[in-house]
């Protein structure tokens, strides 16, 4: 039962000490991560968000310029001029001293008709007037148009502005190189999976990616509606996620697209989370250590403190029995031994007139004599009795002097030797040779003594061994006397009574069941302690404690 109850305090001391533990190391682990990954994730998509910002910056600002270039040159030279060949070679020239985007450059009158064309190919003559972007320069007066081939069979993408001459409407239009154009795009491009790339609005690729496409390419990429500002969202596009920051031009229909990977922008947070785990894993193993090691702890001393309160206990009666026997054999020897005193007069008056008169004629003489020394034989041993309980009770306060304890083993045990050679029993002495004297009262201490070396000879019988050692005990200012024999033992349910009074083993008339009781009582008033261990089948140990002189 205190098993039980003991091994539920133990869970309940290690529960405790991991809640308690446990629910603040996550709740501050889990915290701070969160934390750091708000901070860190906001980092990202403020980086990417800030680099889609300035590349449509530049991007717009190059449309512009070129814009402005073809306007400001519509509005200076007249319709004439710029439609002879030789003055728009020359501006043509001045144009690529300033930028060298512009592949070519040519006059188109309000008919549709390419009047006048400088550049590697031959477009004059051509008619636009069917054409779309014609239509939707002559009438808004700007027209930029998507990435295509065209009659240059190159990638390329026009400018085209027009301008009201009197009556005439005329437009001046440029082919942009769309090399220079991608160079500008991809110089945005992050790490080894980053990408970046121009769509218009049917996600045809208007610059080459990095990656996995070419130009002129649909991409399966979602509809996008036109939205001002920047946006970063995580997207999967092919079975692959990726962080895109989205932002539309100003000047033309098309969507910047900067593609990142988060697995290698959000590395550094992988690793903190794998070492967060690391940590508390570690911490976890450490607690857990620890509340295990603090519960066993606590219920060990809970143990040794039970033991020790069960052996005060334990003490503690005994010394109340012996108290209260004490007592009981006073009055007990008292009462019996006036009664003893008349029947011993009694039978001896009975033994003289056995002696003196006829009555040895009788034929039952003997059995007269017999029955008187019967009666003496008792009254003896019933005296006997009454004298140990007398001495028992009045047991005289025990004297001081200087004792070499050694040496009083050694006297009692030569009292018993003869006997214990008659049996074949052997004694083994292992005294400490500077073991330290004592102040005890040596009469008493040799009836201890003599008392427990008789009952070892009898636990043995014949053919044994009797161990008797000495030592000063380490941390106490005692010394300890140990006598071992290797006798049968004595049952663990006979072992809690030998201190009792009147209990005894032996057979009837061979013992009184006073000897360990008084012997008990003996050392307990000269200040020591006695104590005995036994295991059936191996021998019984007695210990006996006794306070070294100061």
Known sequence: MIQDELSRLRLKLIAVTLAFSFIPLLSLGLGLYAKFYDTYTEKIYGNLRNLADNKKVTIDLFLTERVAQLSNLALTESYAELAGDAYLERIFGVLQLHSKSFLDLQVIDQNGI???????????????????????????????????????????????????????????????????????????????????????????????????????????FPDIPRFSGTRVDELTIGGEVSLYAMTWLNLKDWLLVIKDDPGEELLPLYRARWLLILLLCGGGTLIVIGAVFIANGTVRELIRAE?????LDASLTQSSKMAALGKLAAGVAHEVNNPLAIIMEKAGWMRDLLSEEDIKASPNFQEFADAVAKIEFHVRRAKDVTHRLLGFARRMEPTQENL????????????LENEANFRGIAFVRDYQSDLPHIESDASQLQQVFLNILDNAIDAIDKNGTITIATRKLPDTPEVEIAIADTGNGIPRETLEKIFDPFFTTKKVGEGTGLGLTISYSIIEKLGGRIQVASEEGKGTTFRITLPVAV
């Open 114 to 220: 390419c009047v006048s064309y400088v550049g590697p190919y031959q477009l004059r003559g051509i008619d636009y007037s069917r054409e779309d972007w014609f239509r939707t320069v002559m009438a808004k007066g700007i027209h930029i148009s998507d990435v295509f081939m065209g009659f240059r069979k190159y990638p390329h993408f026009n400018i085209a502005v027009s301008r009201r001459e009197g009556e005439r409407t005329w437009v001046l239009r440029a082919a942009i190189d769309s090399d220079i154009f991608d160079s500008l795009v991809r110089t945005v491009q992050l790490g080894k999976s980053g990408d970046a790339f121009l769509l218009n609005a049917q996600h045809v690729l208007q610059t080459k990616p990095r990656f996995g496409h070419d130009m002129f390419d649909t991409v399966p």
């Open 307 to 311: 033991r020790e309160k069960a052996t």
């Open 404 to 415: 070499d304890v050694n040496l009083l083993l050694e006297q009692t045990r030569s009292f």
